[in-house]
Structures are given as structure tokens and as C-alpha cells.
């Protein structure tokens, strides 16, 4: 195997393809970092494997190349992430009875259910099912699905999507959440937290492939396999059981109990909704459950702020990939080369910019989260659990996936419009000679699907840097050629051995992105006064404003 040196060497070697036009942040440097950590030496870094120590052992000798200080647990490198890995056992008995006549149901195949608590069994006996439209409660949209429903015991049923997803032109919810851009009341993960809120026992989510984005195939791939942070007190978060059910069988439940799906469904678009009992269907389960810890890392780095060290910038991005699998054309080892080496790549060439320039006033952070790809637990457990104070955290960049395809005349940004952070963006992209393009499919919620996600529920701004929210216009080539990038890479790369390093990438483009954000961090770091805000409607900005008064 190459070095990282050697890669270095040839890549710069090769000169004038890769000419530096991305300020401190270097093509070639990237390359080698990706062509290391992706090599089949790392066996596609999975939490808990021997690949995860070769990966944490890597990024802590890069920090301290660098001369940064360790940022984690006790002064060290690292902070401990302790995961949870649940499997829902075979013969699952799953079944909805109406009018006392009972449907058993197949998991993965009506029905796929999960349980985030670590019990050995699971039995919900005959349990009363309601109604809750798309399971929404949003005070400062004027928005309440519950109305005061008593769903103690109770299994919740929900649609998928937010209130607006549907809506049609003159309707009164029409844009209130924001079109057919998923608000993170869309998210699956949102009603689930939002059925443990309201007391329910389960949660069961309609799926239709529009609203999810993505078809029943997907939703049934963890056959019940589930993964989380351990708790102290799983019961607080986590529901006893969650999980999907095809829109055929809940039309026919909701047929059965005297109820018109269709209907109903028109009106959960109606803030006037009320929850509706399914007369008559009760839902039951009976289940063992398999559970395991695995203790894996997060590696944080910083360099304390000159004048204001408790104030902080983060930058990070994810460590991990899916390990090794079934061989694709002989190749077992899963590389995560573009999804998410490259991320870590411009998280170091990031910190080696800061390490070579002056000290700015707030402390800069660097993190290489642990297991995003089972659930962004490794940025959760950090949310829950941080070295630096969140509310004195002016702002988050975060990189998941950058296009390898070459210079691009714009910038694609996901969740455009939730901060202010989208300004400096516009403006950091106009002195590079570029233009920022909002994400072409809004609709998927790829901003709620990557790590930054986890401190923006905890209030702090944050920018993700995905270069899978739209092809960019690319210099050769086009939109066009930005678009068949992204769509070859998601039809045959991702998640698969195919995303491996390869010496035709050309990351003149993916360094300016990542130079994009070590502009507009380096200026927030250097004025402590400096405060980027969410914007008015943003699902994350009343958390903010709770601490306001602690940032002066």
C-alpha cells in the first residue's frame, strides 16, 4: 500500500491538473487522506472493529502532527461512545384486530418494527389505536395534532411527511411548513420522539414512498435491527416499540374500524385536526429482543481560542463507514472513500490552516464522529454529552459526502434557509467567483440525515457541506455532469465497495467547498461578538433564543 506521503508526492506531481485554487485547502492532500483511510488496511472502518483502531490510532497522530491539543474525555483524544446494538428475534408475532377479528402480520413484509429499550421481550397486549394525522406539534406554527389526547397505552398511528407535504394551492397550510422542503416535523425520527412525549406505548408510521422518499424496500432492509447511545433511562426516550406499516394495510384497518383513509388524510392538513380513534383496532406484540453494548470513539481535537477559549467553532465530519460485507466483484471492504474520508480529509485540512495561522479569539474544534452511518450516534452522543459548552457555540460545519468530479461554478446547500449561516455562505462563494444553489430535492430532508443535525437540536447553528442535495455546474460539463456524478454514485457507489479512492478524482472543487467553510469559520473564530442566528421559522431557533442571554 501507498503511504500517505508517496500518495502526497504523486499527487503534486501531477501538478497542473490539480493547480491550487482553493486558498490553504489542497486537492492533493485531500487525495492522500482519503487514499489512506479508505485502503483495505482500514477494512472500511466499522465501530468496533479493528478497523475503528487503526482509524482512531490515524487521526490522533494527524492532531498531533498538527501540534493541536486533545479535546476529549479526561484531556485525552478521545471521547468514549458507548452504543447500544438491539435485534428484534424471529417469529415475531405482530397483529391488528378490528372488531375482534385478528390479521396477523409478517415483519418486514405489512409491517417493520424495531425497539430502541434494552428489554429481553416485548408484549403489548390488544393495545387501542389512534389517529394522530402527521403527529405535529409545533407551537410556533400554530400547530397542534394532539389536542390534549390521553395516548398513555396507547399505540400512535401517524403519516409520514409534515402537513404541507400534500397541500394544495389555497389551502391554509400551504407553505407553513415550508413546502415540499421536509421540515424536521417531516422526519420519522421526530414523531417518535414526539409519541414518547405524549406517553403513547408505540408509535406505527404509514409509509407511502412519496412522503418517506425512499420505497418500502428501504424501510425493511433492518429486518429489526436497531441501533442507539445507552441511556440511563431508555424508557424517557424510547418508545417500546416503533416502526412502519404499508399504506395498503392501514387502509384497510382504517376501512375496517368505519374510517376513510383518504379523508382523513385531507384532514390532518386542517390545524382544527383532532386525533381520531380507530374503533374497535387494537394492535398487539410479542417479541424477544437481543441487546449488546459496544463501546467506540469519538476523536476531538482543538486549539484553545486566544481571548475568548470558552466560545468554540466546530468543524467535523464522520469517521466511519459499514465495514466489510457480501464481496461486489471481489471486493468485500466497504471504503467509505467519498462518504465520509473525505469529510475527515477537509476536517485536517482544515485544522492544518488554523494550525499554521494566527490563534483566533474562540476556541476551534475538530471532531471525527463515530457511528453516523447507524443513526448519527456518535455526533448524538456528543449533543448529549459535550466537552464545550453548547450555548457558547457559535456555529457548526459539517462535511458528509463532497463531489470528486472536479471545479464547479456553485456551491449546493442543504436546508438552505434555516440561518444565517446561508448569507456568509453566499457571500464566501461570491469572492471565490461562484454562486450557492439551494438543494434540488428538499423534499428528502437530507439535512435532518447527518451529523450536524444532533447540535442543531441543542440549538447551535450549523451548515452541512453534502454534495449529495443536487449536481453542481460543473466548469466541464455542466449541471448535466453534476447530476449523473451524483446520480452514478448513489445507483452504484453508496454504501458499497464501489466508494473506493481512485487516483481520476479531481477535489479542485471539493477543496473550494471545504475552503468555503474554513473561510466563514476562521471569521466567526476571530470576532467573538460574532453570533450567526437562526432564521424566523426555523424548527431550531426557539431552542436558541432559551439561551440567549449567555452569549455576550
Known amino acids: 500500500m501507498k503511504t500517505v506521503a508517496l500518495v502526497l508526492a504523486a499527487a503534486l506531481m501531477a501538478g497542473t491538473a490539480q493547480a491550487q485554487t482553493s486558498g490553504p485547502i489542497d486537492p492533493a492532500r485531500l487525495s492522500a487522506i482519503v487514499n489512506q483511510l479508505a485502503s483495505d ?294 471504503h467509505g472513500a467519498a462518504d465520509d474520508a473525505i469529510g475527515v480529509a477537509g476536517v485536517l485540512e482544515i485544522a492544518r490552516a488554523f494550525a499554521t495561522g494566527p490563534r483566533p479569539a474562540r476556541t476551534t474544534l475538530f471532531a471525527a464522529w463515530t457511528a453516523e452511518e447507524r443513526g448519527l450516534l456518535g455526533s448524538e452522543y456528543y449533543g448529549v454529552h459535550p466537552t464545550t459548552p453548547l450555548d457558547q457555540m457559535a456555529a457548526n460545519f459539517t462535511m458528509d459526502v463532497l463531489q470528486t468530479a472536479g471545479p464547479s461554478k456553485d456551491v449546493v446547500l442543504v436546508g438552505y434557509g434555516q440561518s444565517q449561516l446561508d448569507d456568509r455562505l453566499i457571500a464566501a462563494a461570491k469572492a471565490q467567483g461562484r454562486t450557492v444553489t439551494p438543494d434540488a430535492h428538499p423534499e428528502r430532508g437530507l439535512f435532518f440525515r447527518a451529523d450536524h443535525f444532533s447540535l442543531a437540536k441543542h440549538g447551535v447553528p450549523v451548515m452541512l457541506m453534502m454534495g449529495l442535495g443536487g449536481g453542481a455546474d460543473l466548469v466541464t460539463g455542466g449541471r448535466e455532469a453534476g447530476d449523473k456524478w451524483v446520480s452514478d454514485y448513489t445507483a452504484y457507489c453508496y454504501h458499497q465497495p464501489c466508494d473506493a479512492w481512485s487516483p481520476d478524482w479531481d477535489l479542485r472543487g471539493a477543496a473550494q467547498d471545504v475552503e468555503l467553510l474554513y473561510s466563514m469559520g476562521k471569521a466567526i473564530a476571530s470576532d467573538p461578538k460574532d453570533w450567526p442566528a437562526w432564521k424566523p421559522g426555523s424548527e431550531f431557533k426557539a431552542i436558541r433564543d432559551q439561551t440567549a442571554s449567555l452569549r455576550k
Open 41 to 334: 488496511e482500514f477494512e472500511g472502518r466499522s465501530p468496533g472493529s479493528p478497523g475503528e483502531q487503526k482509524t482512531v490510532d490515524y487521526l490522533i497522530g494527524q492532531f498531533k502532527v498538527l501540534k493541536l491539543e486533545p479535546a476529549g474525555d479526561k484531556g485525552g483524544w478521545t471521547q468514549e461512545v458507548q452504543l447500544q446494538r438491539l435485534q428484534v428475534q424471529p417469529g415475531a408475532k405482530l397483529s391488528v384486530s378490528v372488531g375482534g377479528k385478528a390479521t396477523a402480520l409478517e415483519q418486514a413484509q405489512q409491517i417493520n418494527v424495531a425497539t430502541l429499550r434494552p428489554v429481553d421481550h416485548v408484549s403489548i397486549e390488544d393495545a387501542p389505536m389512534v389517529f394522530v394525522g402527521y403527529g405535529v406539534k409545533a407551537p410556533e406554527r400554530g400547530w397542534d395534532d394532539f389536542k390534549g389526547v390521553d395516548l398513555k397505552g396507547k399505540v400512535a398511528v401517524f403519516l409520514i411527511n409534515d402537513p404541507d407535504f400534500e397541500a394544495q394551492a389555497g389551502e391554509p397550510v400551504a407553505g407553513k411548513f415550508g413546502g415540499q422542503a421536509a421540515a424536521y416535523y417531516a422526519r420519522w425520527t421526530y414523531k417518535y420522539e414526539e409519541a414518547v412525549r405524549q406517553g403513547a406505548i408505540a408509535a406505527l408510521i404509514v409509509h407511502e414512498t412519496p412522503g418517506a422518499g425512499y420505497g418500502w424496500s428501504t424501510v425493511a432492509a433492518s429486518n429489526g435491527e436497531s441501533f442507539d447511545i445507552v441511556r440511563p433511562d431508555p424508557a424517557k426516550d424510547k418508545l417500546l416499540l416503533q416502526g412502519w406499516i404499508q399504506r395498503d394495510l392501514a387502509v384497510d384497518v382504517f376501512k375496517s374500524a368505519g374510517l376513510d383513509f383518504e379523508a382523513l388524510k385531507t384532514s390532518a392538513r386542517s390545524a382544527d385536526f383532532k386525533p381520531v380513534a380507530l374503533t374497535g383496532a387494537t394492535f398487539s406484540a410479542d417479541y424477544g429482543v437481543t441487546h449488546s453494548q459496544v463501546t467506540s470513539r469519538n476523536v476531538l481535537a482543538k486549539l484553545t481560542g486566544a481571548s475568548k477559549p470558552a466560545q468554540s467553532v466546530m468543524f467535523s465530519a464522520h469517521w466511519d463507514a459499514f465495514g466489510l460485507g457480501a464481496p461486489v466483484g471481489g471486493d468485500k471492504v466497504r
